[in-house]
């Protein structure tokens, strides 16, 4: 099942960001890794990427960059459960 949702630009770069930076959490970059994957393609988040970002949401440590690329991440799974 696939999503017309897209990783914006806005996104995109913060998930750059974040993939470039070396205090984020591996649960972050994998998120970040996960939204730059999706940016101009039609794909859905895997649950292993939305597991980390989720994580990454929750981690009030993490940088805002990192949320923004989890968020993004998180609105392109589908909805089905499995």
């Known amino acids: 099942m696939s999503k017309s949702e897209r990783t914006g630009k806005t996104a995109a770069t913060a998930a750059s960001r ?6 984020a959490s591996a649960a972050a ?9 999706q940016r101009g393609s039609n794909n859905v988040t895997s649950r292993q990427a939305a597991s980390a970002a989720s994580a990454t949401l929750r981690n ?7 949320k923004s690329a989890a968020g993004s ?6 909805g089905r459960r499995r």
């Open 29 to 37: 970059k994998s998120a970040a890794g996960s939204a730059l994957a």
């Open 60 to 66: 009030p440590s993490a940088s805002s960059a990192a």
């Open 18 to 23: 974040t993939l470039s930076s070396s205090s």
């Open 73 to 78: 991440t998180l609105t392109q799974r589908s």
